[in-house]
């Protein structure tokens, strides 16, 4: 791998990143494992499927981006998990199976520019997007590289994980990533063509609903949610079904591949904590970007789902 062949991070990124030209050592995906099973399914909730309109026709969507025409698309029911794999979830795993992500393999990984701390290797940005540097040892346990570590962020979205990184503990834990019509229908929580998972006005009442930028992106972020970087899940109020944070903090990993022709390029959904009007609105419910899927930054994580 080259800097020139790095994969684009996922955060409103303007085009899929061109694929890697090399991978990491091949690891299997680790095997189901039972009692990590039951207690991961255990804690889903449970959905009952159905027809709902799917999409948006809004005078705000990204053009290119696929999100219309609105359509009735059914849904069989499913269990889908309340919120995004936290660090502690994932560190359980990576213990029990000795796990290594991508980014670890790859010795490298996207840090939001802000975060970057004086001294840490730095091998360049991503084309088209220079706010994004690739900060050698950044991982899922060391988000802004070495000497920055997770212990005091146990309840946050893991992040700097790889689609692959999140199939590896769907293996173990006996659940799938969700579909995009899942994930959208999962989102908007009984809601009928909303624009956001709680309604059509971004901040009713003037209150925050979901983590993304306050301020002049990609330099100043006034942070009036509370938060700069991700949130602890659930900081913000649940979703018609007990969902959180479906808009903004990360984005999330999908089952569905952005296009048939589109090899190794896969939808993900939600928006993060870096979108911001100004440059990327999707945090609205039915908006939708891609990436490849050896891809890992600071704002990409994943939720699972399984079978009722």
Not at 213 to 223: D, K, L, S
Request: glycine fraction near 12%; hydrophobic fraction near 35%.
């Amino acid at each position: 791998m080259t800097d020139d062949d790095a994969n684009l991070p996922a955060c409103c990124a303007p085009s899929p990143a061109p694929l890697r030209l090399s991978t990491p050592s091949a690891q299997e995906r680790p095997d189901r494992d039972g009692d990590a099973a039951r207690s991961v399914v255990g804690g889903l909730v449970a959905l009952p499927g159905g027809t709902f309109d799917m999409g948006s026709e809004d005078a705000d969507v990204n053009p290119g981006d696929g999100e219309g025409p609105i359509r009735p698309v059914p849904v069989d029911p499913f269990r889908v998990a309340p919120t995004a794999v936290t660090n502690a979830e994932f560190a359980r795993f990576v213990e029990a199976t000795g796990y290594r992500t991508q980014a670890e393999e790859f010795g490298w990984s996207f840090v939001f520019h802000l975060f970057v701390a004086e001294g840490v290797q730095v091998r360049g940005s991503a084309a088209g997007t220079p706010w994004w540097l690739a900060v050698d040892g950044a991982d899922w346990n060391h988000p802004e590289g070495p000497g920055s570590s997770v212990d005091d962020r146990a309840d946050h979205p893991v992040v700097h994980v790889s689609r692959e990184d999140a199939l590896a503990y769907c293996s173990w834990s006996g659940t799938r990533l969700p579909t995009e019509v899942e994930w959208e229908y999962a989102a908007r929580g009984g809601l009928h063509r909303q624009r956001y998972a709680w309604g059509d006005e971004l901040t009713p009442g003037g209150e925050h609903m979901c983590n993304i930028w306050q301020g002049t992106f990609p330099r100043v972020n006034t942070a009036e949610d509370g938060y700069v970087g991700t949130a602890p899940v659930g900081s913000f109020p649940a979703n018609g079904y007990g969902l959180y944070d479906v808009a903004g903090n990360v984005w999330e990993w999908t089952a569905t591949a952005w296009a048939p022709e589109a090899y190794d390029v896969w939808v993900v959904r939600g928006g993060s904590y870096l979108c911001h009007e100004s440059y990327c609105n999707r945090y609205r419910v039915a908006a939708r970007t891609r990436n490849t899927g050896d891809s890992s930054s600071g704002n990409t994580g994943f939720r699972v789902v399984a079978d009722s």
